[in-house]
């Protein structure tokens, strides 16, 4: 019987996709000034393609932007700490996670979240989305100097939770980094559909919308 859930943040919880555009097309009207010759349809397809899902950190992506489009009014630098400063006024989740998570509260699952990411910055995104009252234990990587899919990071979340990895489950989109960590230690796994990776036939179960979780939960 699952006792507790775990989920990853970045494309499992938090929209990453869609916050990002809305960042990017605010990050060119605040800087307009000196980015105005690039439209801004371009500055946010080229910031997103750079960024290419969260893989590239963003000193490199507005290094490459700026040399990109020739641009010396500002330097990358600027622009990544207005990243830094900003992006969780962006940040929004995917439909359905606030009753989600109340709904897995409700029926007494204890909750954890463990991202890989940097600190503070995850947890100023995680307080944006008001999610952090539901969780009991949050892990993030650059904070506890581990990353997934160390085994480590999962076990340190599940004794957090003073749960056994066969009676929980971990939530996530990377088949890598979340499904196949989490397996590692025998975690049941719910694979949160990703268009980037379209299958992960390794997981337990697959979710595509946040709604259909408590019942995917109940069913494993
Ligand atoms: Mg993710």
Not at 130 to 140: A, C, D, E, H, Y
Request: with cysteine; aromatic share 8%; glycine share 6%.
């Amino acid at each position: 019987m699952i006792k507790a859930v775990l989920f990853d943040l970045d494309g499992t919880l938090l929209d990453r996709a869609r916050s990002l555009i809305h960042f990017a097309e605010q990050q060119h009207q605040r800087f307009h000034n000196v980015l105005g010759k690039i439209p801004k349809s371009i500055y946010v397809r080229d910031f997103a393609a750079l960024d290419s899902n969260g893989r590239v950190w963003k000193d490199e992506v507005y290094r490459q932007l700026l040399e990109r489009h020739k641009i010396t009014a500002v330097s990358w630098e600027t622009m990544l700490q207005d990243y830094v400063d900003n992006l969780a006024m962006s940040c929004v989740g995917f439909p359905g996670l606030v009753p989600m998570l109340a709904e897995l509260q409700s029926r007494g699952y204890a909750m954890g979240m463990v991202t890989n990411g940097r600190s503070p910055f995850q947890e100023r995104n995680i307080s944006a989305l008001k999610i952090q009252p539901f969780f009991s234990t949050i892990l993030v990587s650059e904070a506890v100097g581990l990353r997934k899919p160390d085994s480590a990071i999962f076990r340190r979340a599940l004794s957090d939770l003073n749960t056994a990895a066969i009676e929980s489950v971990f939530v996530g989109d990377s088949p890598k980094s979340d499904i196949e960590g989490a397996q590692q230690i025998g975690m049941k796994t719910i694979w949160k559909h990703n268009s980037e990776w379209k299958s992960c036939d390794f997981a337990d179960a697959v979710c595509k919308d946040l709604a259909g979780l408590p019942k995917i939960i109940q069913g494993l």
